[in-house]
Nanobody, 123 residues
Framework: VQLQASGGGWVQAGDSLRLSCKAS????????IGWFRQTPEKDREFVAA??????YYGDSVKGRFTISGDNAQNTAYLQMNSLKPDDTAVYYC???????????????????WGQGTQVTVSS
């Protein structure tokens, strides 16, 4: 499985961004796809994941971020609204096969990771 992430960038607080993650090599429709993020100062943090139509979110992004999937394009999207400086991080797209849904927030459960895309939010 290869993951191609895009959509990162530099924005001001309150703005929006949309990240995309296109998977190739395996269908995303029966797998779990999502994002983690990391900064040098913080541990890796779960952001969001989707399995079929079921979405999961980290506490810090609930109500602001929305994850969705396009099975025809084998692509997942992360719409990020009301961005804050604390959202600044490298965002990694992840892909997991046969995950136990209770473990979607655990980084070690994902077998495939994308290259990371930088999101910078200025105050």
């Amino acid at each position: 499985v290869q993951l191609q992430a895009s959509g990162g960038g530099w924005v001001q607080a309150g703005d929006s961004l949309r990240l995309s993650c296109k998977a190739s090599g395996r269908s995303a429709s029966m797998s779990t796809i999502g994002w983690f993020r990391q900064t040098p100062e913080k541990d890796r943090e779960f952001v969001a994941a989707i399995w079929r139509t079921r979405a999961y979110y980290g506490d810090s992004v609930k109500g602001r971020f929305t994850i969705s999937g396009d099975n025809a394009q084998n692509t997942a999207y992360l719409q990020m609204n009301s961005l804050k400086p604390d959202d600044t991080a490298v965002y990694y797209c992840v892909f997991g096969v046969n995950l136990i849904l209770s473990s979607v927030r655990q980084a070690g459960q994902y077998q495939y990771w994308g290259q990371g895309t930088q999101v910078t939010v200025s105050s």
